[in-house]
């Protein structure tokens, strides 16, 4: 099992709304691959902490980073996994209010940007 954890923002001149085709078609891809994590989108913004196979995190992070719809895309923690994180759900979705939340994650690097994003988790409305 493995974790990546990346942020990034949503390309200029694409609505909000894009979010939610992207959460349903993630949701469907990521099930298939063994993958589950958690997508968080402030407006502008997206963190998301991903778990999974290794092969399948790397196929995924490919797509990811040649998907138009973000840009930016950083890398911020990545590390072997001994136990899921979301096995609750598949692929989980949170619109939190205000950039503060995730500009403070984005700042951050390493194991303490996944640290503080884990710490945001109860103040998440996650649609799963």
Request: glycine residues 14%.
């Amino acid at each position: 099992m493995h974790e990546i954890f990346y942020c990034s923002t949503l390309a200029q001149g694409l609505p909000p709304g894009t979010v939610g085709l992207i959460a349903s078609r993630a949701r469907a891809y990521n099930a298939l691959h063994g993958i589950t994590g958690l997508l968080v989108f402030d407006g502008l913004r997206f963190c998301q902490h991903l778990e999974g196979p290794p092969d399948a995190i790397g196929t995924l992070m490919q797509r990811i980073g040649k998907d138009p719809r973000h840009v930016g895309v950083r890398v911020l923690h990545e590390a072997p996994l001994a136990v899921r994180r979301y096995s609750g759900f598949g692929m989980g979705l949170a619109e939190c209010e205000g950039p503060d939340l995730m500009a403070g994650v984005h700042a951050l690097h390493g194991e303490k940007a996944l640290r503080h994003f884990l710490a945001l988790l109860p103040s998440f409305d996650i649609n799963g």
